[in-house]
């Protein structure tokens, strides 16, 4: 079942084009939603992605799937350092970002915009975001455009013309696994 979530709303980073996808994922049985996720851990970690759970709301899981050295190479840059700096950020790699970035999704209150700088987001934009409280933007489309309104357009397209060819080929048989492209 977690195929199914994983071509829906990750299709871009399982293909390299997009560096994390969040997504709420629906489950049962707590034990069997952590072997799928032991199963799948094991298998993005072979390919250089990884998943984790972000927060879990009742029988939900927020899962993030992410492209490892992308995400290590984007949370370096000094302007993203600086913006997460303001929301008082402090980490040495990757790993210690998402959990501070875990942490603040646990707090009740609102979502933390930042969140965009971890789905490879352009910065600008990030930050057009934060400052115009989610107004004001050029477009919108995976997230709301502030800059370079071209650019962004081109990227939306990418990533759907990527869901679309990812779904067909999963419903034509393709497993998953198979369409990860490996870092």
Not at 131 to 148: H, I, T
């Amino acid at each position: 079942m977690l195929d199914k979530f994983l071509i829906r709303h990750s299709a871009p980073t399982l293909a390299g084009l997009k560096t994390a996808n969040l997504f709420w994922y629906p489950w049962e049985k707590e034990e069997e939603f952590r072997e799928v996720l032991s199963q799948w851990r094991k298998i993005f970690q072979e390919k250089g992605l990884d998943l984790h759970v972000m927060k879990v709301n009742g029988h939900r899981a927020l899962l993030y799937v992410f492209r490892v050295g992308k995400l290590d190479e984007e949370l370096k840059r000094e302007k993203t350092r600086a913006i997460l700096k303001t929301q008082g950020y402090c980490y040495e790699t990757a790993e210690e970002a998402i959990e501070i970035l875990k942490d603040r999704m646990g707090d009740e209150g609102e979502f933390p915009h930042e969140v965009g700088l971890f789905l490879g987001y352009p910065e600008d934009d990030v930050w057009g975001f934060m400052v115009n409280q989610g107004k004001n933007c050029k477009c919108c489309g995976c997230w709301k455009v502030y800059c370079d309104e071209c650019s962004a357009m081109k990227t939306f397209c990418k990533f759907k013309k990527c869901e679309e060819v990812y779904q067909r080929l999963f419903l034509a048989g393709k497993p998953v696994r198979q369409l990860i492209v490996a870092a």
